[in-house]
């Protein structure tokens, strides 16, 4: 359990992180694409640790929308607050060795955090990059059903487990750029040798779409527009997260 306790509620958030160290798997797309459905769509408050150093993404995807905002997008935020009490989720950002600091200031904000996604570097070489990987309640390694995308998360995922830095039942595999037609006998057979291995997937399979990274799909301050997940797998994956963040806060209360 994380040492970063919620002021109102007493309780730590669940905190979990979309990584691997192979580029282009869609880490950040996809804690993105969580954290702003979950937060503006669902009863779950969300706050997001960008500690990619090199890169900051998240927080710099942040700025620049806040900076090219139109007035009548701030009218809809501000009409939103008014409403529905809903605010933009914050972005902290840092480096991997900075990830306790990051949790503990979450202490200071005015609203309860439920959910913490901690976008990470590609490189697992970074400083605190060990240190951040404790402190995760659940880590989901996406991957592509390559050669080299398999064998690379495999092999991820083989170095935490032989130095243990997260037990196995807090590790899950996440076919992303997914294709039924060419990827999914492929997807089961991997299945099942990740199952021998003590890797459990998520049911979830993301099939690509190259519109994940328009402005309007992949927002920090708004949700998914609603049109757009018909058939894109990604309302499976959020309710699915969503089921293991109450899984181990309903662990919690039982321990």
């Not at 995760?136 to 092999?155: A, C, K, N, Q, R």
């Not at 994940?212 to 797998?233: E, K």
Request: hydrophobic letters at 40%; a negative charge; one cysteine or more.
């Amino acid at each position: 359990m994380n040492s970063a306790t919620n002021l109102l509620t007493k309780e730590p958030p669940v905190v979990l992180a979309f990584a691997t160290q192979k580029g282009g798997m869609g880490k950040t797309t996809l804690s993105v694409l969580v954290a702003s459905f979950l937060h503006y769509k669902r009863p779950l408050k969300v706050a997001i640790l960008d500690v990619d150093g090199s890169q900051l993404s998240v927080y710099n995807q942040r700025l620049r929308e806040v900076e090219s905002m139109e007035e009548s997008v701030k009218a809809q935020l501000l009409e939103r607050e008014e409403k529905e009490g809903i605010t933009a989720y914050p972005i902290l950002s840092g480096t991997p060795s900075a990830v306790p600091e990051l949790l503990a200031d979450l202490n200071d904000l005015p609203q309860k955090v439920d959910l913490v996604l901690i976008d990470l570097p590609g490189n697992i070489d970074v400083e605190g990059y060990d240190e951040a990987l404790r402190h995760l309640d659940m880590l989901i390694v996406p991957m592509e059903t390559s050669e080299y995308s398999v064998t690379t998360g495999f092999s991820y995922l083989n170095a935490i487990k032989d130095v243990e830095l997260l037990p196995l039942d807090r590790c899950r595999v996440v076919w992303n750029k997914y294709k039924s037609s060419r990827d999914g006998l492929v997807a089961d057979a991997l299945e099942e040798r990740f199952a021998e291995h003590g890797f459990q997937c998520l049911k979830s399979r993301i099939p690509q779409r190259d519109s994940y990274q328009d402005a309007a799909n992949r927002s920090t301050l708004f949700a998914v527009p609603t049109p757009y997940l018909r058939n894109s797998g990604l309302k499976d994956l959020f309710f699915e997260v969503e089921d293991l963040i109450h899984q181990i806060q309903h662990e919690r209360i039982k321990a």
